[in-house]
């Protein structure tokens, strides 16, 4: 399995979301591809943001080897399943699939815990304290992805 997770600068939610996912991956026995990527250019490069670094290694997980990156089209072809943080997002990235079948990988993670919800992960960025808050969401999502395709 091939999972990418997508945000707009890739450095707040979607790192959290690829770190989260490798550490319940591994812990699970699981061999899977977890990558993150943002909507976005600006942070081509960065590493996450200091906060979502902190608040990952806080739960005992290290993103540190994570940079930023852009999706591009070519994601369609490597990942089984692409998963947007909010509802913008989720719109950019289904503007670049070409058909049915890519079309169909791209959901909302928090969709895998309350199906049809359409809930959408904060943005953090702009509110320090909301980090702690998006972890635990990703977590409970993660979870849920892992039960559904174990």
């Not at 399995?1 to 945000?7: A, E, I, R, S």
Request: proline residues 4%; hydrophobic residues 35%; contains cysteine.
């Amino acid at each position: 399995m091939k999972v990418l997770m997508v945000c707009l600068g890739n450095i707040c939610r979607s790192p959290l979301a690829e770190g989260i996912l490798k550490q319940r991956t591994k812990e699970a026995g699981l061999d899977w591809e977890v990558d993150s990527a943002g909507t976005s250019s600006w942070h081509a490069g960065d590493l996450p943001d200091p906060r979502s670094i902190a608040v990952a290694k806080s739960h005992g997980i290290d993103i540190t080897d994570q940079r930023s990156r852009q999706f591009v089209k070519e994601d369609f072809e490597n990942f089984d399943l692409i998963l947007a943080m909010d509802a913008s997002n989720y719109q950019n990235i289904k503007r670049l699939s070409s058909n049915e079948q890519d079309h169909q990988k791209v959901e909302l993670i928090m969709n895998f815990e309350k199906p049809g919800y359409n809930q959408t992960v904060p943005d953090p960025y702009w509110d320090s304290d909301g980090f702690e808050g998006v972890f635990q969401m990703l977590d409970r999502a993660c979870v849920k992805i892992i039960e559904k395709f174990q």
